[in-house]
């Protein structure tokens, strides 16, 4: 079987991360927000949203008309 060098690598640092918090999820989770807030990056919340305005008529509509809407045939 082929092994890559690279994902090798990924997996050793990998391992040697999660063992210096004692395979801990909780610590490890909150290392990486500690790390992700220092960075100063902006972070972008891609979750999905209940509603969404209408490009055109700026109107809230719930997402699911959208759906209802495109099934439709236009005329």
Known sequence: MYQDAIV???????EEYSRSFN????????????????SGRKVVN?????????????QTKELNEDIKDASRPSA
């Open 8 to 14: 090798e690598e990924i997996h050793k640092v990998r």
């Open 23 to 38: 395979h801990d999820l909780k610590a490890l989770f909150a290392d990486l927000q500690k790390q992700q807030a220092a």
């Open 46 to 58: 891609l979750s999905r949203k209940c509603s969404s305005t209408s490009r055109w008529s700026g």
